[in-house]
């Protein structure tokens, strides 16, 4: 260290050469890959969840102050305020927790071109899809799928992880809060139905996001590996069903009749499409429906064809069928013809534009709504998480999915505040074009929202005659999407003879289509976390054997063949416990343990001859477990070796009457000669046994070093008992 004092004012002090000045390091854009020809540019550091939250900071130690590694000339004479550590990391918290404060004042230019483009593509799909989901899914204004469309979007931009994900209203949740809408309005009749709609709308999205926010808020993102991709993909595929036979009854012109006969499930729907569709049908929507429906096909065959010529695959398929169609309906008058029409609009809608969601006319169906907002809570982050991970991949940066919820959540909560704005989330299909068509930030969405918004408030005049037919075909176009991987993972789960992920993508699907759509996500996901909890509850453990020649132990094989390792201790079961041991695996300990001792390790029925005989000695080896619920786990492991009914520690008035009951259980130990050794304890497992009086129980000479050790002495027990004999 240099402690030489400067002589003059003018003095600098020498600079540690690892610092080097700002003009000598790349700028803060080209460091962050914002610079011009980057193909994969990166956000500040403070976005990645690696990285660390404070900035470097170098320490000049003659003066015992810290200041930030900017470079530049140091004048000791000049009176500059530094920014203290704690300032600093807090700053940093602030850009971890709200990512756009890192990302938005270190923006390249040279983005914007890219991000714009991407904006104005995904806003030509959402604009249109928007207003068919609030139409003909959800059953209400197309006002309030476009707020969707824009303000969550905007909040999720300030505060998300994923730099592609685009929120907005899905299709399958847009159906729920249809279902939940048409539901209470089938038990309950109103005077004002489109009101009952705003407000149902409305307090489903704000429980959307506090259900959101709240396990964000608790990091329960691990959500996401708990509930199985076939959960996911039966959901998607039988939704897909769902809303295809759902658009067919306008796309036929049968919606006034549909209304009369009012079937309730979709296999009802399917027989009355069926029974109607050739017969009762409007020629005139019939055609308008499906040759909209085959243009847009046929656009988006043409597009795929010439990938390599932006400006034939970013033609807007969807918005040119719409501009198209309203102009015909308009010159030919469709609507005299009884072609039903998306006619005036009020952009203003349920009173005002905004209003707090928890009021009067919304907590009357707070309860009524809650099963609703868990399932599309849940169905919501899937589908986000998923496309947030895929982008994250493919761009090469980290998403969290804790502040994913939290982003999501906040993104609805604020929406709720618009009346009978529909819950929004991510789409893997629009994240996937963004990306695409070169969003690489945040920007693209907001601008996506701007342009959204612009259409609410300018765009909804021109769209009179749009027929509400063609808004039917846009959405089965999406059902192709949805349905597209659907038999690559079907063939995938066969070829791997995953039956048990086949099973529940078949009992999702057949469960949504006979009943609804809640029923099949909530049958699923609850055979879902069953599933976990079954495989949770079954504790790893393996019987050891002695490598022969050598004072190895290892699993022995299953292969009764296989000579690698065997148990050479007669009388003497060795277990090792693969796993920490908690309430949930320790339940079966019991059980699992006399299988083991009767039968081995192979597969065995309950019905059949035990293939061994009891065990004299257990030994047991703990390497693998760090934390155990010390009184509860032994006595489990006492009792399975005496065979003697031990009750549950919750069943004892306190822990002094545990350890007397641990010392009734030695005592029986010793007359009926069953040993009990334990080996490779870990140093907090056997502070725990401490604690709880169970090293004292066993005694000091039951807990040994290693499982060679624990057979050598119970050779050596054996060797005296005979000898003694």
């Avoid at 249109?128 to 824009?150: D, E």
């Avoid at 064809?305 to 034939?312: D, G, L, N, R, S």
């Avoid at 993104?411 to 709720?416: D, Q, R």
């Avoid at 290892?554 to 292969?559: F, L, N, R, T």
Wanted: proline share 6%.
């Amino acid at each position: 260290m240099n402690t030489t004092t400067p002589s003059s004012p003018n003095h600098t002090p020498p600079r540690d050469p690892q610092f080097k000045s700002l003009s000598a390091q790349p700028s803060v854009a080209s460091s962050l890959g914002f610079g011009a020809g980057t193909t994969t540019p990166r956000t500040p550091r403070a976005m990645d969840e690696n990285a660390p939250l404070l900035e470097h900071v170098q320490v000049d130690m003659a003066q015992g102050t810290s200041t930030p590694q900017y470079g530049g000339t140091f004048a000791p004479d000049t009176p500059t305020r530094q920014p203290t550590r704690k300032s600093t990391a807090n700053w940093a918290k602030v850009r971890y927790y709200v990512p756009s404060m890192a990302w938005i004042p270190n923006y390249s230019w040279s983005l914007l071109g890219g991000d714009v483009l991407a904006g104005i593509t995904v806003a030509s799909m959402l604009i249109p899809q928007s207003v068919s989901y609030a139409t003909s899914l959800a059953k209400l204004s197309p006002v309030t799928g476009l707020f969707a469309a824009s303000i969550p979007g905007i909040v999720y931009a300030l505060l998300g992880t994923s730099r592609q994900l685009n929120v907005a209203p899905e299709a399958a949740l847009s159906l729920l809060v249809g279902q939940a809408v048409s539901d209470i309005l089938t038990h309950h009749p109103v005077p004002n139905p489109e009101a009952v709609g705003l407000a149902i709308s409305t307090i489903i999205t704000f429980q959307v996001g506090l259900i959101s926010f709240f396990l964000g808020f608790f990091r329960l993102g691990f959500l996401d590996v708990v509930l199985s991709r076939a959960l996911l993909r039966g959901f998607i595929t039988a939704v897909a069903v769902v809303i295809s036979i759902e658009q067919l009854i306008p796309m036929f012109g049968l919606t006034a009749l549909h209304h009369q006969v009012n079937p309730q499930s979709t296999l009802e729907k399917f027989i009355f499409l069926v029974d109607n569709a050739f017969t009762n049908g409007h020629r005139t929507t019939t055609i308008i429906s499906f040759s909209a429906l085959l243009i847009l096909v046929a656009l988006r065959v043409f597009k795929n064809q010439f990938p390599k010529y932006w400006f034939i695959y970013r033609i807007p398929e969807v918005l040119v069928v719409v501009v198209v169609s309203t102009i015909l309906c308009d010159e030919f008058a469709w609507d005299e013809d009884g072609v039903d029409i998306l006619g005036s609009v009020p952009v203003q809608h349920g009173g005002s534009f905004a209003r707090f969601p928890l009021h009067g006319m919304t907590l009357r169906y707070l309860r009524t709504t809650t099963s609703t907002a868990v399932l599309i809570s849940v169905a919501g982050f899937l589908d986000s998480i998923v496309a947030a991970k895929q982008n994250a991949a493919k761009y090469e940066y980290s998403i969290s999915p804790n502040r994913e919820l939290v982003a999501l959540g906040a993104s609805n909560i604020i929406g709720s505040f618009v009346p009978g704005t529909l819950p929004a989330y991510g789409s893997i299909t629009r994240s996937r074009v963004n990306g695409d068509v070169g969003g690489r930030t945040q920007m693209a969405s907001l601008v996506c929202s701007a342009l959204v918004l612009l259409a609410t408030f300018f765009l909804l005049p021109w769209l009179y005659y749009l027929p509400k037919c063609v808004l039917a075909s846009i959405i089965c176009l999406v059902v192709f999407s949805l349905l597209a991987e659907a038999p690559h993972d079907i063939k995938f789960y066969w070829r791997m003879r995953a039956w048990v992920d086949l099973t529940l993508m078949t009992l999702t699907f057949l469960f949504t289509i006979i009943w609804n759509v809640e029923i099949g996500i909530a049958v699923s996901v609850v055979i879902s976390l069953l599933l976990v909890v079954h495989r949770s509850s079954k504790t790893r453990m393996a019987i050891l054997g002695r490598i022969p020649g050598t004072d190895r132990w290892k699993s022995i094989a299953e292969d009764e063949d296989s000579e690698e390792a065997a148990e050479d201790v007669p009388g003497v079961l060795i277990i090792r416990l693969r796993e920490n041991l908690d309430f949930a695996n320790t339940a079966q300990l019991k059980e699992r343990l006399r299988r083991l001792e009767l039968y081995g390790v192979g597969k065995h029925h309950p019905s059949e001859e035990p293939r061994r005989q009891f065990a004299q000695n257990f030994v047991f080896h703990m390497a693998d477990v760090d934390t155990i619920d010390a009184s509860y786990v032994l006595l489990h492991l006492i009792s399975s070796a005496s065979e003697i009914y031990v009750p549950m520690l919750t069943d004892l008035p306190s822990p002094h009457s545990a350890v007397q009951i641990f010392y009734e259980l030695i005592e029986t130990y010793q007359s009926r000669d069953v040993g009990l050794y334990i080996t490779h304890l870990k140093r907090r497992v056997r502070e725990s046994f401490d604690r709880a009086g169970i090293i004292e129980l066993l005694g000091e000479e039951n807990f040994l070093k290693d499982v060679s050790t624990a057979t050598a002495k119970i050779e050596q027990t054996a060797t005296r008992q005979r000898a003694f004999e």
